[in-house]
C-alpha cells in the first residue's frame, strides 16, 4: 500500500488550500481513511476522517473550515478560513499504513 500526499504549500491567514492523497495497492473503496497533521513540539492528531459509506468526522478546531471527501482511489481535505494554528505536517492515513506528509504553513 502506498498513499502519496501533495497539495501543502504556504498561504495566508483566511486563505484556503486542497490537500490530495493517491492511494495505490489497496482497495481504496472499502476502507476507513483519514487526514492528520503533526505541528512542531506536538503530538500528531486527528483532523478528519470519512468511512467506506461517506460518514465524515472532524476535529472540534476544523469543523466547518475544512471538508474531507473521496473519489475512487483519491482522499481529499479542503481547508479553508486557515489560521496560523493549521500550520503542520498533514498526513494521509489508511489504517497502519501513512502518506509521507506535505507541508501547510498558514502566515498570519
Known amino acids: 500500500v502506498q498513499l502519496q500526499a501533495s497539495g501543502g504549500g504556504l498561504v495566508q491567514a483566511g486563505g484556503s488550500l486542497r490537500l490530495s492523497c493517491a492511494a495505490s495497492?489497496?482497495?481504496?473503496?472499502?476502507?476507513?481513511m483519514g487526514w492528520y497533521r503533526q505541528a512542531p513540539g506536538n503530538k500528531r492528531e486527528l483532523v478528519a476522517s470519512?468511512?467506506?459509506?461517506?460518514r465524515t468526522n472532524y476535529a472540534d478546531s476544523v469543523k466547518g473550515r475544512f471538508t474531507i471527501s473521496r473519489d475512487k482511489n483519491m482522499l481529499y481535505l479542503q481547508l479553508s478560513s486557515l489560521k496560523s494554528e493549521d500550520t503542520a505536517v498533514y498526513y494521509c492515513?489508511?489504517?497502519?499504513?501513512w502518506g509521507q506528509g506535505t507541508l501547510v504553513t498558514v502566515s498570519s
Open positions: 495497492g489497496t482497495t481504496f473503496t472499502i476502507d476507513d
Open positions: 470519512i468511512s467506506s459509506g461517506g
Open positions: 492515513n489508511k489504517g497502519s499504513y
